[in-house]
């Protein structure tokens, strides 16, 4: 699979789970978070993560589109997904364990593709 490929599935992801933790963040949440998840504060919280992805997901998408360096939005995904990666492991201990391996999963994953193919659309 080549990297623009890779690339408009990154952008696709970050779409799809924006939306979900825009629209629903408790769902997301207490699966991450716990019971925790489920607060106002975590739902605020997590629908702000949905709305950041929603951006980046879009702007990778539209840049792909239209012929336009993708790869600041792949960055700019890496970093957030390293954020939530290094969140996630600091407080692992008080995480259920299907929200701390998922998150660190796709996490680990979204931060490496979106580098290695940030690296492979350079001019």
Known sequence: ????????LIAVG??????????VPGVFGRVWLGADGTTTAAK???AGFGARD???????????????DARPW???????????????LAARRS?????????VAFAASG?????WAARQLAP
């Open 44 to 46: 605020v919280l997590g």
């Open 74 to 88: 792949l960055l700019a995904g890496a970093a957030g997904d390293a954020a939530d990666l290094l969140a996630t």
């Open 14 to 23: 970050r779409l799809g789970l924006g939306a979900g933790l825009t629209v």
């Open 54 to 68: 929603v951006a980046i997901g879009g702007g990778l998408w539209h840049a792909l589109e239209n012929g336009a």
């Open 1 to 8: 699979m080549d990297a623009s490929t890779v690339a408009r």
């Open 111 to 115: 931060a490496a593709l979106s580098v």
């Open 95 to 103: 995480l259920p364990l299907l929200g701390r391996t998922g998150v």
